[in-house]
């Protein structure tokens, strides 16, 4: 079953400018993930943060989590035309570490 | 260092043919593995997952089953294929206790 959903579906901007994605799910979690697929690949993990954490940096990539609002978003700064690519939200609701995924966002960076 | 292989890259298979797809695991022991299937355009299913040797958990009753013989083998597989079982298929592994790694994916498409 599908548990997170992300948005927009697709998002296309300039170069230079920041990028953001949002995610929202049903259950409790124990943590969300994001991953970045470029096409016809497998999917590489961009940041992790645990449902006791708000806010999580690493690079250019900003993550926020609400719980409350069992929601979460993705922020990619000052983006480049390499940053094009699929991004997923997923959540380990604890039970094996599985992780459930969103349809995800097709982010493009026009040069 | 921990890596995953995933072969064949590309596969066409028709119609009623069996289907083995194999994945492994290197640098890692005892290893949490997954199988995921992703349509075109689409997010990711959990397919299977296996917490040990022998141990496989189904997400989805369907066409497909998996195995897995030894501690970083995981096996993918079909004794008929159907149009529908068409689609990218993943394998991961979780890497500790920074989310998954995932293989590059075989397309598998059945004619």
């Known amino acids: 079953s599908q548990q997170g959903e992300e948005d927009p579906q697709a998002l296309s901007i300039q170069e230079g400018e920041n990028a953001t994605m949002n995610c929202s799910y049903k259950?409790?979690?124990?943590?969300l993930q994001w991953y970045r697929q470029n096409s016809g690949r497998g999917l590489v993990h961009l940041i992790l943060?645990?449902?006791?954490?708000r806010e999580k940096h690493s690079g250019r990539l900003r993550v926020t989590l609400d719980t409350s609002k069992k929601s979460s978003s993705l922020l990619i700064t000052a983006s480049r035309a390499a940053d094009t690519a699929s991004y997923f939200c997923?959540?380990?609701?604890?039970?094996?570490?599985?992780?459930?995924f969103g349809k995800g966002t097709l982010l493009t960076v026009n040069p | 260092s921990q890596t995953i292989h995933q072969w064949p890259a590309t596969l066409v298979q028709p119609v009623g043919s069996p289907l083995s797809l194999e994945c492994t695991v290197e640098?890692?022991?005892?290893?949490?593995l997954y199988w995921y299937r992703q349509a075109a355009g689409r997010g990711l299913q959990l397919l299977f997952y296996?917490?040990?040797?022998?141990?496989i958990s189904s997400e989805v009753p369907q066409n497909l089953s998996a195995s897995r013989p030894q501690d970083r083998q995981f096996i993918l597989s079909s004794k008929k294929l159907l149009l529908s079982d068409s689609g990218f298929y993943l394998c991961?592994?979780?890497?500790?206790?920074?989310?998954?790694?995932f293989g590059s994916g075989t397309r598998l498409t059945v004619v």
């Open positions: 991961a592994w979780r890497a500790g206790f920074d989310g998954y790694t």
């Open positions: 259950t409790s979690i124990n943590n």
């Open positions: 943060i645990r449902s006791n954490e």
């Open positions: 997923a959540t380990d609701e604890g039970s094996n570490y599985k992780l459930t």
């Open positions: 640098g890692t022991s005892n290893p949490n």
């Open positions: 296996s917490v040990g040797i022998g141990q």
